[in-house]
């Protein structure tokens, strides 16, 4: 593993994915809030708030949908973020310890997948913003977001949690100011609604889904952190940051799509900034930089997720060269696809997250399994990066819950390509995540206790959760 040091302050990030040692270990918990709170107050959040009433659901049911799939998905992302000053490594790294080296490029590649695609649909929403606020096309829009970004990704780290801290209090103000405009001109009388089960298991499903997509991200953010950080201090600033942060923006939404559901479909920032048409340029302004604070993760996650596949010992362009190369390309492709994307984004959007859904919590069931309940936050960092360690090449048993669960889940899902029976006994209510998540989670202990290798000592370059 690479013995560069990272550079301090906001400098040029200089690792990658490889373990950051004690000495450089920095920062406080409480910059998770920040930048978990910057990360769901934007405009991407408040278009996914609106599609509980573009499907159907009146206005209370539609915050009470979004309240409970937060704070439950936001569950699932928190834990993840504890492992970050465990391990001191990626998150998608440690997928090696349950998968093995290589059987770890599956969740991987689904991950990948992931990251790229709500690259796409965060730049086609800042291509929009930057569209309205210099009245240019969207599509030039998007290549200025995107190229921006870019720009800020370059520099690592240190730069996301600084520069989240200022987004984090210019998004509070500005969605603030958007909620009490919202309440104060909504229809006297609401529109009339659908509202069934179906429709509130499947936004439930929506919501809780937007949280559990985090789950990849979380331990990026934090690993830099010491390892003596207090794990309930980095779990509830993650926690609350991200599931507060994400019914907030969420619910204006949906005071959003009560008062002019087809404007706010077609063009969300473009009609919040034209809520106060004199300084409809600083709510763009902002917007845009919130943008810019969930697709700075993106693709930063991206480059690490797919050098996860790319350098099983962590050196390959290990630093700053590997991570300018790899999302300039990221950065390439997810522009060229939002492009050709933008039109009826709200629908996409809802289909991309529920089918990410289904294959991301058979993996967040193994991993925070094995890492709560198996290892107990026990790892061997150095086997990690090794080819012919103690995590092997392939493990097949964690493969095969992966896979099984999710053809399990079949029955339980409702999407766009596929509604299983009994998501359509229910109306066309989505539990797919419920039933995969325990499931998953019950077969990995059976098999890890009975079959898989265990390791009880705390080793070298090691993590220890404190609950």
């Known amino acids: 593993m690479s013995t560069t040091p990272r550079a301090s302050g906001i400098g040029l990030e200089k690792r990658s994915i490889d373990y950051i040692p004690e000495s450089e270990r920095h920062g406080r918990p409480n910059t998770l809030f920040t930048l978990w709170f910057a990360s769901n107050v934007q405009i991407t959040a408040v278009a996914t708030g609106a599609l509980a009433v573009v499907l159907g659901l009146n206005l209370g049911w539609a915050i009470a949908t979004i309240v409970v799939g937060n704070l439950v998905g936001g569950l699932f992302m928190a834990y993840h973020s504890i492992q970050g000053p465990r391990m001191g490594v990626p998150q998608m790294i440690q997928s090696r310890a349950q998968f093995g080296m290589f059987g770890a490029i599956l969740p991987v590649v689904v991950v990948l997948v992931m990251y790229i695609g709500f690259f796409v649909s965060s730049g086609i929403l800042g291509g929009q913003a930057i569209a309205s606020l210099l009245h240019i096309s969207t599509p030039v829009g998007i290549v200025i977001s995107d190229a921006l970004v870019l720009l800020i990704t370059w520099v690592g780290y240190d730069l996301f949690h600084n520069y989240d801290r200022v987004v984090s209090v210019l998004s509070f103000l500005i969605f603030a100011v958007l909620l009490v405009k919202l309440i104060t001109i909504l229809p006297a009388h609401a529109p009339k609604s659908s509202v069934t089960l179906g ?71 473009a009609y919040f900034a034209g809520l106060f048409p004199q300084v409809r340029w600083l709510f763009l302004i902002v917007i845009v930089l919130g943008v ?58 809802s289909n991309f997250v529920l089918f990410l859904l289904y294959f991301l919590i058979p993996w967040t069931a193994i991993n925070l399994t094995d890492y709560y309940l198996i290892h107990h ?71 890890a206790t009975k079959w898989g290798r265990v390791a009880d000592e705390a080793a070298p370059n090691s993590g220890t959760a404190q609950a």
């Open 199 to 269: 429709t509130i298991l499947l936004m439930i499903s929506i919501f809780a889904a937007w949280q559990i997509t985090w789950a990849p991200y979380v331990s990026d953010y934090s690993r830099y952190l010491p390892q003596s950080t207090k794990s309930a201090r980095t779990f509830w600033f993650t926690y609350l940051g991200s599931a507060v942060g994400a019914c907030f923006s969420m619910i204006v939404g949906a005071l959003g799509a009560v008062v002019a559901e087809s404007q706010v479909s077609s063009n969300a920032p």
């Open 292 to 349: 810019f604070a969930a697709n700075l993760e993106n693709l930063y996650g991206a480059f690490l997720t797919a050098f996860t596949s790319l350098s099983p010992s962590g050196k390959l362009l290990a630093g700053a060269k590997g991570r300018i190369l790899a999302t300039t390309v990221v950065a390439i492709v997810g522009t060229l696809i939002a492009l050709v994307a933008s039109s009826n984004f709200l629908t996409n959007l």
């Open 377 to 447: 936050g026990n790892y061997d960092i150095k086997e990690i990066f090794d080819t012919d360690g103690e995590y092997g090449r392939v493990k097949w048993g964690a493969l095969g819950i992966y896979a099984l669960t999710i053809v399990v889940e079949l029955p339980f899902m409702n999407s766009s390509f596929f509604e299983g029976p009994i998501a359509k006994a229910l109306g066309g209510g989505d539990i797919a995540w419920i039933v995969g998540f325990l499931l998953a989670g019950a077969i990995y202990y059976f098999y």
